[in-house]
């Protein structure tokens, strides 16, 4: 499955249970609170590295983001849970004291259980 055909997938996928923030999921903007958890899905099947930022709302409001980094190319999936004219600075890895990235986003339980139901739905739906 190429990446295009993944992230129709992926999107299906989306739901108030799989968001990190299901207070402010909408089925109008299925990608908020989406990113933690899709690119640790993206990362199973086309693997590269999980990349995080601090992404800038046009109303001055920061939030933490998190895309990956394939094949040199940064791949977000989740940008469309943001307005139009937010900044979205270069990533960089956020491994605090874990081997990696994935491992911190892991260590958090709210994270790793909504992670878990979106691969599973994703694998349900990518054969």
């Not at 983001?65 to 791949?75: A, L, S, T």
């Amino acid at each position: 499955m190429n990446l295009s055909d993944f992230k129709k997938v992926l999107q299906k996928a989306w739901s108030r249970e799989t968001s990190y923030c299901p207070d402010e999921w909408t089925d109008s903007n299925s990608s908020i609170g989406q990113c933690a958890v899709s690119a640790l899905v993206v990362n199973d099947y086309f693997g590269g590295n999980i990349i995080w930022t601090e992404a800038v709302l046009p109303n001055g409001q920061i939030v933490s983001h998190y895309f990956n980094f394939i094949d040199g190319k940064e791949v977000d999936l989740t940008r469309s849970q943001f307005p139009e004219g937010t900044l979205i600075p270069k990533g960089i890895e956020k491994k605090k004291d874990f081997a990696s990235t994935r491992d911190f986003m892991l260590s958090s339980d709210n994270i790793k259980k909504c992670y878990e139901l979106l691969k599973e739905i994703v694998r349900n739906n990518a054969d």
